[in-house]
C-alpha cells in the first residue's frame, strides 16, 4: 500500500517537473515570436512609406519639409537596434505621417488619389497591427512572469533559474491616438 | 476589469465539455434505442442498436469535421478575398496578431442585417463569416469589435463545443419525433404485455421530455458564451466602446428575421437571427451593460 502512495507521489511530483518545463519553454517561445512579430509590422510599415512619398512629392512638391521629416523618421527606425528603440523611432514617424496626412488635406487632388488612399488605409492598419502586436508580447510577458510568481511555479522558475521579464512600455498618450485615428 | 474569465481554462473546459457531451449524445442514442426497441418489438433489439451506434457515430464524425462548411453552405457564404475586402482582412490579421491565433478564413454572407458568425472545430480550422450589411452598416472600430467577439468564440472552442450541443439537440428530437410518429402508423390491441406497456410508457414520456429539457440546456449554455466572448473581445481589442456601439447599432437597427438561417444555427450568430423565438443571445442592454463595467 505504501509503495503505491510513495510511487503516486513520485510520479505527480516528476510530472510537474516535466510540465512546468515544458510550460517555461512554451511561454519563452511565444515571447520571442510576439516580439518578432512587432519586428515584422514595423518593417512592413517602413515599407510602405517610400511609395507614400513618391505619391505625396507627386502632388505636393512644396511641402519638403513634412517629406523630409518622414524620410528621416523612416530611415531612423530602419537603423534602429532593438525593440525599444524602434517602437521610439516609429512613434516619431508616426508624429511625422500625421502630419503628411494633414497637408494633404489642402491638396484636392493627392486626397482623392486612389494610391494615396489605399496607402493611408496600410499605414492606419499596420499601426494597428503594431499596437497589437506589442499588446500581444506584453501579454505574453504578463502570462509568464505570472508563472514566475505565483506558487507553484515560483519554485521550479528558481530550479530552472527562469527569471521575471520587463514588459515593453507604451506611453499613454500614443495609445490614445492609435484608437482615436479611426473614427 | 473585474471577473475575468481566464482563457485558458475556459478553453480546457469547452474541449473536455465537448467530449464529454459526444459521449453523453452516443449513451442517449443507445438508451432511446433500448426502450424503443423494448417498446416496439425485442426481437428487433440488435438491428435497430447496431443501426443506432452506426447512425450515431458518423452523424457525430461528420458534425464533427465538416460543422464549418455545413454551416457556410447552409447561408450560402462566399470567400472574401483580400483584393474585395481589404478592410476585413486588416482587421481580422490584427486582433489575430492580438490573442496570438492563426488567421481564419472569412467569407461573406448576402444579407442586409448586421450579424456574424463563427464556425470550425479548432482555431486552425477557424472560419469567421459576416453579412454584407455589417461590412457596410459598422464602422470600423465596431466591426472589429464584432470580429473580436467571433474570434473569442474560436479561440475558447466554443464552435466545438456548441456544434456538439446543436447535434445532440437535433438528434433527441429526430429520434423522439419518429418514435412518437410511428405510434400512430401501429395498430393498437395487439401488445397486451405488461412490460411492453411500461416501456412504451417511458418511451412516450422521454420522447416528449427530453427534446424540451435538452433545448432549454442548450439555450442556457449559449447564453454564456455570448459573455465570454464579449470579454475576450474586450481582451483582444482593449476597447469595450466599439463592441458597445456595434451592439446599439445592432439593437435600433430593428432587425428583420432572416429567412435563409437554419434555426440549428442561431447560436452561432453574433446576435439572434431570430426575433422571439428561443433566446439563444442574452438581451442586448443586458450584454451592453457588463461591457461597460469592464
Not at chain 2, 157 to 177: C, F, K, L, N, P
Request: charged residues 25%; glycine residues 6%; aromatic residues 10%.
Amino acid at each position: 500500500m505504501w509503495e503505491i502512495i510513495i510511487l503516486a507521489i513520485v510520479v505527480i511530483i516528476g510530472g510537474m517537473f516535466f510540465g512546468y518545463y515544458n510550460r517555461f519553454v512554451t511561454l519563452s517561445n511565444r515571447i520571442d515570436n510576439s516580439l518578432s512579430q512587432i519586428d515584422v509590422q514595423l518593417k512592413r510599415r517602413a515599407d510602405l512609406i517610400p511609395n507614400l512619398i513618391n505619391t505625396v512629392k507627386g502632388f505636393a512638391k512644396h511641402e519638403t519639409a513634412a517629406i523630409k521629416a518622414v524620410t528621416d523618421a523612416r530611415k531612423a527606425l530602419v537603423g534602429a537596434k532593438g525593440v525599444e528603440k524602434k517602437v521610439e523611432a516609429d512613434k516619431k514617424l508616426e508624429s511625422a505621417l500625421k502630419t503628411i496626412f494633414a497637408i494633404a488635406e489642402g491638396y484636392p487632388d493627392l486626397k482623392a488619389n486612389t494610391n494615396f488612399l489605399e496607402l493611408q488605409k496600410e499605414l492606419t492598419s499596420t499601426e494597428d497591427k503594431v499596437a497589437y502586436s506589442r499588446q500581444y508580447y506584453n501579454d505574453s510577458i504578463l502570462t509568464y512572469n505570472l508563472l514566475c510568481r505565483t506558487f507553484p511555479g515560483v519554485l521550479f522558475a528558481n530550479i530552472y533559474s527562469k527569471k521575471p521579464r520587463t514588459y515593453l512600455e507604451i506611453a499613454a498618450e500614443e495609445k490614445e491616438v492609435v484608437k482615436v485615428d479611426f473614427n | 476589469m473585474k471577473q475575468r474569465v481566464d482563457f485558458r481554462d475556459q478553453i480546457s473546459k469547452n474541449k473536455m465539455k465537448s467530449y464529454f457531451l459526444m459521449v453523453v449524445i452516443f449513451f442517449v442514442i443507445l438508451i432511446l434505442g433500448y426502450v424503443i426497441s423494448m417498446a416496439t418489438d425485442p426481437g428487433y433489439f440488435f438491428v435497430i442498436m447496431i443501426f443506432a451506434i452506426i447512425f450515431s457515430i458518423s452523424y457525430l464524425l461528420v458534425n464533427f469535421y465538416h460543422s464549418d462548411k455545413i454551416a457556410l453552405k447552409s447561408v450560402g457564404a462566399k470567400e472574401a478575398k483580400r483584393i474585395d475586402y481589404r478592410d476585413y482582412h486588416n482587421l481580422v490579421e490584427g486582433l489575430c496578431i492580438a490573442s496570438g491565433m492563426p488567421k481564419p478564413r472569412l467569407y461573406v454572407m448576402e444579407s442586409s442585417m448586421i450579424n456574424a458568425f463563427a464556425s470550425g472545430r479548432d482555431p486552425e480550422h477557424g472560419v469567421i463569416c459576416v453579412t454584407k450589411g455589417a461590412l457596410e452598416k459598422l464602422e470600423r472600430r465596431e466591426l472589429e469589435g464584432v470580429l473580436a467577439h467571433e474570434l473569442g468564440h474560436i479561440a475558447s472552442y466554443d464552435m466545438r463545443y456548441m456544434t456538439m450541443v446543436a447535434v445532440m439537440v437535433g438528434m433527441i428530437s429526430i429520434i423522439s419525433q419518429v418514435f412518437l410518429r410511428s405510434l400512430w402508423f401501429r395498430g393498437r390491441g395487439s401488445s397486451n404485455d405488461s412490460s411492453k406497456a411500461i416501456f412504451m410508457i417511458i418511451g412516450i414520456a422521454l420522447a416528449i421530455i427530453a427534446p424540451i429539457v435538452v433545448y432549454f440546456v442548450q439555450m442556457s449554455i449559449s447564453r454564456k458564451r455570448e459573455f465570454t466572448a464579449d470579454a475576450s473581445a474586450v481582451k483582444f481589442t482593449r476597447y469595450p466602446n466599439g463592441l458597445i456601439k456595434a451592439l446599439d447599432k445592432i439593437g435600433k437597427a430593428n432587425q428583420s428575421n432572416e429567412k435563409k438561417v437554419n434555426k440549428a444555427l442561431a447560436p452561432l450568430f453574433f446576435s439572434n437571427p431570430f426575433k422571439g423565438a428561443g433566446r439563444t443571445h442574452p438581451p442586448l442592454e443586458e450584454r451592453i451593460n457588463v461591457l461597460k463595467r469592464m
